[in-house]
């Protein structure tokens, strides 16, 4: 088989970003729940808050670890992958990303020594601080991320001059029109993930019966955060769903489905096997005029469908069309775990239900999992085009000779099978390592100079774990 | 000014930043076999946990300034560096997960202190070699981007004469960062480490010199060398300075910013030898410039958080002052 340089480089930029985004997305939302916790600690004294942002810290610190190690990586391919596209989009990309590092990565690096290492070295409010500024900055590097993103989408505000984009409007380039959208569907995505992990590994405490005070007040905590989140997230995605409509129809005509040029009473489809080959889907299951009502907000509403454009300018439709199922039936479990929550709530049974507690820790990486399936129906939705509509992926790779990518490409594969294998054992003896005892944060509280009531509140607490 | 060279200037900050910052823990990671008792290696990597992320920033910063500022030099260094940029990213990718797994371990521990200070060496000597390829020069009008030319003789002087440098920076701040026979070991090695960085300047100065004629007017041109004189004739009295602080307790923080000032001097002659280069012969700033409306959005954010970056930058560092000994437990 002859290699393809332009193939093995898309495929080595997609393993490598997709393997990166598993991080970020737990730490965006895990920080924040973080520095949620420790805010209430400060505020209210009550130690188990302590507790909980002190045990999470432990998981964050290795899954921020491994988002910068994989991150580094990302910042460097764009030219060694698309030396092209470097070239003719750099001054467009390049000072977006510029700003994510002025304005996040340095702020981050910045803080999390001491949010790490620093409880002993700063005062209590010192420290939140910084455990605030560190979340801040996880939101900041997003925000920049996503506008670069999101110009690729949905390009404006540039102009072309000798085959380079120039910028004309640094305004219309960061404000481009899917922008708004992506960034709230992103950031709500991060903390739903962090929200579901939390819950997923408070669920298993209580199914084996350890820690359960600790695992109560984080299970309590998140299931009121996801009976929130969960369905504003679907509110956000149905709206963010439309723009794709307007601005890249062959994208929503892969999700959905729909092949005729122009489709009136678009059904929703449940089940089918989209065929790239007859331009049709084989056994269709769905149900009628629904699509039309979602996408359109009437029964009989039209909608451009895949083969309005050329087969060479469509992208690969089944990848698209089930990564959207996926990443929407997750969803919905979510929001149905969330809303059962509250029910259980109601009848006192919340922590000791096992179906429902088993059924979260079955969803601890649903998050993750959806945020992928979420980004490959906008990344691959978007080829054939790397810039909608103006730059074709197969024309800006870099011209390597194949074997070197495809070298590259198995030590990509071969160092992030092992490394996410490292990082899900070391998840794991984390978690069976259990929450800080009450003990431990009591003489740590010493160390900190903590106020003589805060104390006895642990004091309290220690009995209450019926430590000595 | 004109924007070109201002970007030049502040690529130029953010590599020399990163030299002498990642330029110490990466130092500090290669000096590892030489510290091979349970509870150094502990505290070697203590001393710099706090701060490598930081550190490694600079690395990321310089790459995207170089992609912002000069589109066209970050597109051509690093596909023409293909293998060796992405071998020094698996480098630090080892070295980097290495600090939150190393502690978290038991019986894999051996495993993560063969990842930090291979991963550290690895990283050290790639980016030498990229150094290199860079003075060398690519000679063809086009770049050749199936060529192995970056695995030149003279390339792999300069990896190892880098790997050289950032031990004598990770050992000066050992040196700094510790007591008793820790510091007293590092101490004995950065001096080591001295000669062996004052030869490598020497061969890597002699060879670029004598095997470019444009690098050799350049220094000898006319009065040139007269006014250029101030940088070898530091680099020799700042190892001189160094190599006695070495020897003297008391001024324990000396040798580290003498070693970075060496560090410094070299970089300035680089500079000197390549300019207006980003790629000899090849692509000057001006040529590789992004459009103003590039430069000058981008401007505003590196002059309002530069600063800021730099004060809580030291901030961090100060927070963590003194010996390692002294810090408590971790989170």
């Keep these: 088989m002859e290699l393809d340089t332009a193939l093995l480089s898309r495929l080595q930029f997609a393993f490598t970003v997709s393997f990166h985004i598993i991080f970020p997305s737990i730490t965006i939302g895990l920080a924040t729940l973080i520095a949620f916790w420790e805010g209430l600690w400060l505020k209210t004294h009550d130690p188990r808050y302590l507790q909980l942002a002190k045990f999470w810290i432990k998981p964050f610190a290795i899954t921020f670890g491994m988002g910068v190690v994989s991150g580094i990586v990302l910042s460097y391919e764009f030219g060694t992958n698309f030396s092209k596209f470097s070239d003719i989009v750099g001054p467009v990309l390049g000072p977006l990303m510029a700003y994510e590092v002025l304005t996040a990565f340095f702020l981050e690096a910045g803080f999390l020594g001491v949010m790490l290492f620093g409880w002993q070295r700063v005062g209590r409010k010192l420290h939140f601080f910084s455990t605030v500024v560190v979340a801040i900055g996880t939101w900041i590097s997003a925000f920049w991320i996503i506008v670069a993103n999101s110009w690729m989408q949905t390009p404006q505000g540039h102009i072309i001059v000798d085959g380079q984009f120039h910028v004309a409007s640094w305004f219309d380039v960061i404000f481009n029109p899917s922008m708004p959208y992506r960034l709230t569907h992103m950031l709500l ?15 298993y405490y209580l199914l084996k019966k350890q820690h359960m005070a600790f695992a109560k007040k984080g299970l309590s905590m998140t299931m009121w955060i996801a009976l929130i ?7 956000v995605g149905d709206h963010h769903g439309l723009n794709v409509k307007e601005h890249q129809p062959t994208k929503l005509a892969a999700m959905e489905g729909i092949w005729p040029a122009e489709e009136e009473r678009v059904p929703l489809l449940l089940f089918a096997m989209p065929n790239m080959e007859t331009e049709s889907n084989d056994f269709e299951l769905g149900i009628p005029s629904l699509g039309s009502l979602i996408l359109t907000h009437s029964f009989d509403g039209a909608v451009q469908g895949l083969k309005a454009v050329p087969p060479e300018d469509r992208p690969n439709v089944p990848l698209v069309f089930w990564s959207f199922r996926v990443m929407v039936g997750l969803g919905f479990g979510m929001i149905g775990l969330a809303v059962l929550a509250l ?19 079955v969803f601890t990486p649903s998050g993750v999992i959806s945020v992928l399936a979420g980004w490959y129906v906008v990344e691959v939705g978007r080829q054939p085009w790397l810039v909608y509509n103006l730059v074709r992926t197969s024309e800006v790779v870099s011209p390597l000779p194949a074997e070197r990518v495809l070298f590259t490409l198995i030590g990509f594969v071969v160092i992030y099978t092992l490394l996410l294998g490292v990082y899900l054992y070391f998840m794991r003896k984390l978690i069976k390592k259990g929450p800080p005892s009450m003990t431990h944060l009591e003489e740590q509280l010493i160390g900190m100079k903590a106020p003589g009531y805060a104390l006895a509140w642990v004091k309290n607490l220690k009995h209450e774990d019926g430590e000595k | 000014m004109d924007l070109a060279l201002f970007y030049f200037l502040i690529l130029g900050f953010a590599v020399l930043m990163y030299v002498l910052l990642d330029g110490f823990d990466l130092g500090v990671g290669i000096l590892y076999p030489w510290f091979d008792q349970e509870g150094e290696r502990d505290h070697l990597m203590r001393s710099i946990s706090h701060v490598w992320d930081g550190n490694e920033t600079w690395l990321v910063f310089g790459g995207v300034v170089l992609f912002a500022a000069f589109p066209a030099a970050y597109a051509g260094i690093l596909s023409t560096f293909y293998l060796p940029i992405i071998l020094m990213l698996f480098a630090l990718i080892f070295r980097g997960v290495a600090f939150e797994y190393r502690f978290k371990a038991h019986r894999s521990r051996p495993y993560w202190d063969f990842a930090f200070s291979a991963g550290s060496a690895t990283a050290a000597f790639c980016q030498g070699l990229i150094l290199g390829s860079i003075v060398q020069g690519v000679n063809a009008s086009h770049i050749q981007l199936d060529s192995w030319y970056w695995l030149s003789p003279f390339a792999i002087l300069t990896g190892f004469s880098v790997m050289a440098g950032y031990a004598l920076l990770g050992a000066s701040y050992l040196y700094m960062k510790s007591r008793g026979r820790i510091q007293q070991h590092a101490g004995y090695l950065a001096k080591r480490l001295i000669l062996v960085v004052m030869l490598a300047m020497l061969l890597v100065s002699l060879w670029t010199v004598l095997s470019s004629e444009d690098i050799r007017e350049r220094w000898f041109d006319g009065m040139n060398f007269l006014y250029l004189s101030p940088l070898p004739l530091l680099t020799i009295l700042f190892a001189v300075l160094a190599w006695q602080g070495l020897g003297d307790t008391a001024h324990e923080i000396r040798p580290f910013w003498y070693a970075a000032g060496i560090f410094a001097l070299g970089f300035v002659g680089l500079v000197v030898s390549l300019f207006p280069y980003l790629m000899p012969n090849q692509l000057t700033i001006w040529d590789a410039a992004a459009p103003d409306s590039s430069l000058t959005f981008l401007l505003v954010g590196i002059v309002i958080f530069i600063p800021l ?23």
């Design chain 1, 343 to 361: 029910w259980l709530r109601k009848r006192g049974t919340l922590f000791s239900n096992k179906p429902f507690l088993a059924a979260l820790a």
């Design chain 1, 189 to 203: 995505a991060s903390f739903i993930t962090a929200t579901f992990v939390v819950a997923g590994v408070s669920a």
């Design chain 2, 309 to 331: 970056i730099l004060a809580y930058t030291l901030w961090g560092y100060r927070v963590f002052a003194g010996k390692v000994e002294d810090y408590q437990e971790g989170y």
């Design chain 1, 229 to 235: 989140l969960a369905p504003l997230q679907a509110l």
